[in-house]
């Protein structure tokens, strides 16, 4: 391969990698490096179509490589962080990206990587000063922009939020990630449709875009308005550190048992009591099963149907498939088949929708499957007792303790996994 040859084809990749075509990219890089020829450019290159084929391992060798024969390779640290933030190693990420900071500290585009991690762990003043550094270096780095501007929105500044945003579109007004940025800003504001508008420019602009695809949804959902305030507690709890979720997690439990132990003792307050009980247990009901129940609506909409991904289009239907189960179970038994073992089906299928709902709801493929085998073996022992109860005609078998305690157990580990990532 002459000289003239091997440039076209490595500015072929690039443009490749540009347009976000790995597969093809990797094949001429492939074809470069089986020449002979192993510079640090290309193997850089390599590494970036590994990464976007999901190739963590061959990428990590690749940056491993460069950062071995050239340890003050800025960029190959840059890679190796990006791997680590996609694992949710966040820890090990900002330990990886400080070192490329260190070595190419005149970069806006690490700071505003750098910001970016650090949204991800909810640590917003942190994450605004890394922006407020990247923009430093380059006051229009548009990446640098849009983590000010979501640091600001989990500090709740958030005029200041959308003063960044709007100088970001001035700067750029295509950018997809910025009217994504945007449409989120409104969305905490519950300001749908017109949070609704902007995703649909970042998809138009990008159609591959989560972030954006992501809040289109929530979006769509929310322009019900009881969905709505409800997105808006969710977004509000979202911003929060793990611990604190888990405060909170644990703090409502604790008020719900000690209302129902008053409730319970106090004859009295009961008609005061009771209905905050079916307040708090309702809420924390509707946070596993509201959004999979949205989105079983959203399944007969043309639309909404095209911008679900298939983990939640599955999700929906099982949702949906528990609920028809559970209904249809008690209008078997009021219709006249007077079994109470119906009622327990019926009551153990309406709660098969918080596993079906949420099993998908990791971000990392690992957590999923494990969700996955907890969900298949809960819906296994319902299915065992509801054949006991329904063969014995009482409400409940010698086992029904068993999906009891494996539902409790599933919500406990899943939100220590979702909180986790």
């Given at each position: 391969?002459?000289?003239?040859?091997?440039?076209?084809?490595?500015?072929?990749?690039d443009?490749?990698?540009?347009?976000g075509?790995?597969?093809?990219?990797?094949e001429?890089l492939?074809?470069l490096?089986?020449?002979?020829?192993?510079?640090?450019?290309?193997?850089?290159?390599?590494?970036?179509?590994?990464?976007?084929?999901?190739?963590?391992?061959?990428?990590?060798?690749?940056?491993?490589?460069?950062?071995?024969?050239?340890?003050?390779?800025a960029f190959?640290?840059?890679?190796?962080?990006?791997?680590?933030g996609?694992?949710?190693?966040?820890?090990?990420?900002?330990?990886?990206?400080n070192?490329a900071?260190?070595?190419?500290?005149?970069?806006a585009?690490?700071?505003?990587?750098?910001?970016?991690?650090?949204?991800?762990?909810k640590?917003?003043k942190?994450?605004?000063?890394?922006a407020?550094?990247g923009?430093?270096?380059?006051?229009?780095?548009i990446?640098?922009?849009?983590?000010r501007?979501?640091?600001?929105?989990?500090?709740?500044?958030?005029e200041?939020?959308?003063?960044?945003?709007?100088?970001?579109?001035?700067?750029d007004?295509?950018n997809?990630d910025?009217h994504?940025?945007?449409?989120?800003?409104?969305?905490?504001?519950?300001?749908?449709?017109m949070?609704?508008?902007?995703?649909?420019?970042?998809?138009?602009?990008?159609?591959?875009?989560e972030?954006?695809?992501?809040?289109?949804?929530?979006?769509?959902?929310?322009?019900f308005?009881?969905?709505?305030?409800f997105l808006?507690?969710?977004?509000?709890?979202?911003?929060?550190?793990?611990n604190?979720?888990?405060?909170?997690?644990?703090?409502?439990?604790?008020?719900?048992?000690?209302?129902?132990t008053?409730?319970e003792?106090y004859?009295?307050?009961q008609?005061?009591l009771i209905?905050?009980?079916?307040?708090?247990?309702?809420?924390?009901?509707?946070?596993?099963?509201?959004s999979p129940?949205?989105?079983?609506?959203?399944?007969?909409?043309?639309?909404?149907?095209?911008t679900?991904d298939?983990?939640?289009?599955q999700s929906?239907?099982?949702?949906?498939?528990?609920?028809?189960?559970?209904?249809?179970?008690?209008?078997v038994?009021?219709?006249?088949?007077?079994?109470?073992?119906l009622?327990?089906?019926s009551?153990?299928?309406f709660?098969?929708m918080?596993?079906?709902?949420?099993?998908n709801n990791p971000?990392?493929?690992?957590?999923?499957?494990?969700?996955?085998?907890?969900?298949?073996?809960?819906?296994?022992?319902?299915?065992i007792?509801?054949?006991l109860a329904?063969?014995?005609?009482?409400?409940?078998?010698?086992?029904?303790?068993?999906?009891?305690?494996?539902?409790?157990?599933y919500?406990?580990?899943?939100?220590?996994?979702?909180?986790r990532?």
């Open positions: 391969m002459n000289q003239y040859e091997f440039v076209r084809q490595i500015s072929h990749a443009v490749l990698l540009s347009q075509r790995f597969g093809h990219a990797e001429i492939e074809r490096m089986a020449t002979g020829y192993e510079g640090t450019d290309i193997m850089k290159m390599m590494a970036i179509a590994k990464m976007g084929l999901k190739k963590y391992g061959p990428a990590e060798e690749l940056c491993r490589l460069i950062i071995t024969h050239h340890p003050n390779e190959a640290f840059y890679l190796l962080a990006t791997i680590r996609t694992e949710r190693k966040f820890d090990e990420a900002l330990s990886t990206l070192e900071i260190k070595l190419d500290p005149a970069n585009d690490y700071f505003a990587f750098k910001a970016n991690i650090l949204l991800q762990t640590d917003y942190e994450a605004l000063d890394s407020d550094l923009l430093s270096v380059d006051a229009e780095n990446d640098a922009l849009n983590a501007a979501s640091a600001l929105v989990g500090l709740n500044r958030k200041e939020a959308f003063q960044t945003i709007n100088k970001s579109l001035a700067s007004p295509d997809a910025t994504a940025n945007m449409g989120w800003g409104l969305l905490h504001q519950g300001k749908s449709d949070a609704l508008q902007h995703f649909k420019t970042a998809l138009k602009q990008e159609p591959m875009n972030y954006a695809r992501g809040g289109m949804l929530e979006a769509m959902k929310a322009r308005p009881v969905y709505r305030y808006m507690l969710m977004l509000w709890l979202g911003k929060m550190k793990g604190n979720q888990w405060g909170f997690i644990i703090g409502g439990y604790i008020v719900y048992r000690v209302l129902v008053l409730a003792n004859a009295g307050l008609p005061f209905p905050l009980i079916v307040l708090i247990a309702l809420f924390f009901i509707s946070t596993w099963i509201f129940l949205m989105n079983l609506y959203l399944l007969t909409n043309p639309f909404g149907k095209l679900l298939e983990d939640q289009k929906a239907r099982l949702v949906g498939i528990s609920l028809l189960i559970s209904l249809t179970s008690i209008l038994f009021w219709i006249g088949y007077r079994n109470d073992g009622l327990s089906l009551l153990f299928a709660a098969m918080i596993p079906v709902g949420s099993m971000y990392l493929e690992e957590n999923k499957r494990k969700l996955r085998y907890w969900t298949l073996a809960i819906a296994m022992l319902i299915l007792d509801s054949v329904i063969s014995s005609g009482t409400f409940l078998s010698s086992i029904s303790f068993l999906p009891v305690l494996a539902l409790i157990g919500q406990w580990y899943t939100n220590y996994i979702l909180i990532e």
